[in-house]
Each structure stands twice: as C-alpha cells, then as structure tokens.
C-alpha cells in the first residue's frame, strides 16, 4: 500500500515538474465530462472562493488550464471511488456541500484516503503554477 502511494506520488512530483517546465504548453485539452464530473465542477464553480485577487483577472487561456486541472482532479478522484461512494460524493454535492465536505463525509478507506489527499494537493500545486504564471505576466507589463 505505502509503495503504491509512493510511486503515485513520484509520478505527481514529475508531472509537476514538467508542467512547471515548460510554462507556454496548456496543461490539458478539452474532455468530455462524465455525470459526476460535471456535478462536481459545477460545485466548485458555484463555491469557488479565490485564493487572491488575481485569479478573478485571469485570461480565457488561464481560466480554461485551471478548468483542465479541475476536470483531471474530478476524473482521478472518481477513480479511486467505487460505484456507491461516487454516488454518495453526487448526492454531497447536491445537498450543497463543497468537494472537500462532500469527500469528507464519504466513509473512505485509509488507502483511498491518501490518494485523495495527493490528488487535492498536488491539484493545488498545478493551479498555484497557473496563478503563479499569472502574476509574473502582470508583474512584467
């Protein structure tokens, strides 16, 4: 169990340092969104509290890798999930909870617990870069 957590983690930490990499590429290209995917953006959409100012000032091209970095989160998350616990994170959304309350009350086993966790951090990571590359953009001008 800690090996698998661990190679995921290894793998997070490369994809990241690639992404960091090479600023210029988008992150991701559009998906078609499953049901509980689409649930869950519009969730984050609705609630969405910005960590700083700037995020409102984004680029259509910085909105659209921010909601790249959300889809993937939504799909890895749902990976980890079985069917039922995929169905009561939709209903915690529906009721008005927000992605980390709704996974919050899901009964999730310790292993899944931890890809969770390194798939909401490592998602902060990759929307902290994209912010991160928006104030150097206006920090140039």
Known sequence: MAIHLKKWLSVFAAILALVL??????LA??????????????????TASYSNSSEINLTPLQRQELQAVRQRRNREIEAVLSTSQRDQLNHNLRAGNNIKQALEKLNLQPEQQDFVKAIMQFTNLKMKAISSRHLLKIAEK
């Open 29 to 46: 290209a559009p998906v078609q969104l499953h049901t509980i995917s689409g649930v869950i953006f519009a969730q984050t959409t609705k």
């Open 21 to 26: 990499s090479m600023p210029g590429i988008a």
